[in-house]
């Protein structure tokens, strides 16, 4: 869990990936001597924060977004929603400006958006959820989870890959945006035909804690009824426990490899949270359990 606490103490507001991305090249450099194959990294202003791992010879590609939700200070003391957090007065907002570092309060009045630091924030400043992490044998609840443990499943499928691509993204709770560029990338260079979308899902009336990691058959978007019969059918050998999404809304990374101009199929795979875009995010650590090992079986096995 000292990664993954890492990982949450990290901001990373859509549009201000770097701090993530720094981590995870730092991070990436220090262990891959240890990894079952050393990757190919690519990373640069070539493809803005995005960062790509090439391990041998890729079939599948694991997309996992970087970027959390937030806010961005406007005029005088009123804010503007980055992606779509929840509100609610007394959350707890931290950033830094030109000023210094700044902790503040949420307040929400008639549904505008306003913080109640004593100073004026500098303009275009980004603001996050303060953090504040609670772990035990049953759950893991923070704000970010969504997607700090998508990343997470990544770093640790990385240990034992041996072909695929690992692409973290960016600006996915705010339009995205990344994808297609870095699709293009992947098709000239070692091109693939099939990708999952690492992220977190939500807790609903077809959907409980604790029973094991979510294989997602539609959202707002579609993916190809064969290519998620195929992962249903590995789930099933597996024996890993897993539950069945059908849901009419959200979407992610899957939406823009859907809309790019590239026949490759995808599917979410995530674990599901309680209280999804608040500072409270829950997760089961049975699920995210769960969440690691199918991605692991089905990165050898696809």
């Given at each position: 869990?000292?990664?993954l606490?890492?990982l949450?103490?990290?901001?990373?507001?859509?549009?201000?990936e770097?701090?993530?991305?720094?981590?995870l090249?730092?991070y990436?450099?220090?262990r891959?001597?240890m990894?079952k194959?050393?990757p190919?990294i690519f990373h640069?202003?070539?493809?803005h924060?995005c960062l790509l791992?090439k391990?041998?010879?890729?079939?599948t590609?694991?997309f996992?977004h970087i970027?959390?939700i937030?806010?961005t200070?406007?005029y005088?003391?009123q804010?503007v929603?980055?992606?779509?957090?929840?509100?609610?007065?007394?959350?707890?907002?931290?950033?830094?400006?030109?000023?210094g570092?700044i902790s503040c309060r949420l307040v929400?009045?008639d549904?505008?958006?306003?913080h109640?630091?004593?100073?004026?924030?500098e303009?275009g400043?980004?603001?996050s959820?303060a953090?504040n992490?609670k772990i035990n044998?049953?759950?893991?609840?923070?704000a970010?989870l969504?997607?700090?443990l998508?990343?997470?499943?990544?770093?640790?499928?990385?240990e034992?890959?041996?072909?695929?691509?690992v692409?973290?993204?960016?600006?996915e709770?705010?339009?995205?945006?990344s994808v297609p560029?870095?699709l293009?990338f992947?098709q000239e260079?070692a091109?693939?035909?099939?990708?999952?979308?690492s992220d977190?899902?939500?807790?609903?009336?077809g959907?409980d804690?604790?029973?094991?990691?979510?294989?997602?058959?539609?959202d707002k978007?579609?993916p190809r009824?064969m290519?998620l019969?195929?992962?249903?059918k590995?789930a099933e050998?597996?024996g890993i426990?897993f539950?069945?999404?059908v849901e009419?809304?959200g979407?992610s990374?899957?939406?823009?490899?859907q809309?790019?101009?590239?026949?490759?199929?995808?599917?979410?795979?995530?674990a599901?949270?309680?209280?999804?875009h608040t500072p409270?995010?829950k997760?089961?650590?049975i699920?995210l359990?769960s969440?690691?090992?199918?991605?692991?079986y089905l990165m050898?096995?696809?």
């Open positions: 869990m000292d990664l606490k890492k949450l103490k990290i901001q990373s507001v859509a549009g201000n770097r701090p993530m991305t720094e981590f090249i730092e990436i450099n220090e891959k001597s990894w194959v050393q190919e640069g202003e070539k493809f924060d791992l391990f041998g010879t890729p079939r590609a694991v996992s970027d959390t937030g806010f200070v406007r005088e003391n804010l929603s980055i992606g779509g957090p929840e509100v609610e007065s007394d959350f707890q907002l931290i950033g830094e400006d030109g000023l570092p929400e009045i549904g505008d958006l306003f109640d630091f004593p100073r004026l924030i303009r400043t980004l603001l959820f953090q992490i044998d049953n759950f893991i609840q923070a970010y969504d997607n700090r998508g990343i997470y499943n990544c770093l640790n499928m990385c034992s890959l041996e072909n695929g691509w692409v973290f993204t960016t600006y709770e705010h339009g995205g945006g560029f870095l293009k992947i260079t091109p693939i035909k099939q990708a999952l979308v977190i899902t939500w807790i609903t009336e959907i804690h604790h029973r094991g990691v979510v294989i997602s058959m539609r978007f579609i009824k290519y019969d195929r992962i249903i590995l050998v597996s426990p539950q069945l999404e009419g809304s979407g990374d899957g939406r823009e490899i809309h790019s101009p590239y026949a490759i199929d995808w599917c979410f795979i995530g599901a949270e309680d209280n999804v409270s995010e997760v089961s650590r699920d359990d969440m690691l090992a199918m991605y692991q050898k096995h696809l």
